[in-house]
């Protein structure tokens, strides 16, 4: 227990933290926008696909200022979530919010991917046979695509655990509330005599970042089986 320090142990606990809540409140969105993505075809597709993938291609600082201009005390979202008591901006949640939507693209195109190689026919069987389209979703697709989603799930874990850009954007690096084990590691590396610590959290983050990439190959050879199998 004594390999880290109070501080680094917290800024773990609260990545781990973190990247739970970004995972669990994401993960609904992210299975309904893949759906939609994978089976339907509709105005607006192509801008819907282009809006999940932005936070890919934007710079993480440029998301974490959209957010808080959105969701900071003067935004819009900020000043309704104020209003109904749950402030966001510079708090844990907040954190939560950013890791979430930089991840979401990658939770996303992991499930859509699982989606599209479920077969088709079996849905028609299951509509032929007076499933309604929910119903076919919850019995047929969801179960063949699980693979997929726990796939998403680990990659969207490990990609919240590593958060940077947006965090410190949107939330600042606040010691015990908003101060995650990369911004840690950024924050020791700023001190001297801080690269001691700085290195071990380093090594947690590789640890974590390649036992999720390790876990979703082995997710992903999974689906791969089950569906040349079915």
């Known amino acids: 227990m004594s390999w880290l320090g109070a501080e680094e142990w917290e800024a773990v606990a609260l990545s781990l933290k973190v990247a739970f809540w970004a995972t669990i409140l994401s993960l609904p969105v992210a299975i309904a926008?893949?759906?939609?993505?994978?089976?339907?075809?509709?105005?607006?597709?192509?801008?819907?696909?282009?809006?999940?993938?932005?936070?890919l291609v934007l710079p993480p600082v440029v998301t974490g200022y959209l957010?808080?201009?959105?969701?900071?005390?003067?935004?819009?979202?900020?000043?309704?979530?104020?209003?109904?008591g749950m402030p966001i901006a510079f708090r844990w949640t907040g954190a939560v919010l950013a890791a979430a939507v930089m991840a979401f693209p990658l939770v996303v195109r992991a499930i859509r991917l699982s989606i599209e190689a479920v077969d088709v026919r079996f849905e028609d069987a299951a509509a032929t046979l007076g499933a309604s389209p929910l119903r076919v979703f919850l019995t047929v697709?969801?179960?063949?695509?699980?693979?997929?989603?726990?796939?998403?799930?680990?990659?969207?874990?490990?990609?919240?655990m590593g958060e940077f850009g947006a965090t410190i954007t949107f939330v600042s690096s606040v010691?015990?509330?908003?101060?995650?084990?990369?911004?840690?590691?950024?924050?020791?590396?700023?001190?001297?005599?801080?690269?001691?610590?700085?290195?071990?959290?380093?090594?947690?983050?590789?640890?974590?970042?390649?036992?999720?990439?390790?876990?979703?190959?082995?997710?992903?050879?999974?689906?791969?089986?089950?569906?040349?199998?079915?």
């Not at 726990?150 to 919240?160: I, N």
């Not at 084990?181 to 001691?196: D, K, M, N, R, T």
């Not at 036992?211 to 089950?226: C, F, P, T, Y």
């Open 141 to 160: 697709t969801l179960p063949m695509a699980m693979p997929g989603v726990l796939a998403g799930a680990v990659l969207g874990f490990a990609k919240a």
């Open 67 to 84: 957010l808080l201009v959105f969701f900071g005390s003067q935004g819009l979202g900020g000043r309704v979530l104020d209003a109904v």
């Open 175 to 230: 010691q015990g509330e908003t101060q995650t084990l990369s911004l840690a590691v950024y924050s020791f590396l700023q001190v001297p005599g801080g690269e001691s610590a700085a290195v071990k959290l380093v090594i947690i983050a590789v640890a974590v970042a390649m036992g999720a990439l390790l876990l979703s190959e082995w997710l992903a050879r999974r689906m791969a089986r089950k569906v040349s199998g079915a």
């Open 33 to 55: 926008v893949a759906y939609a993505l994978a089976r339907g075809r509709f105005w607006g597709h192509g801008l819907l696909n282009g809006l999940v993938h932005l936070p």
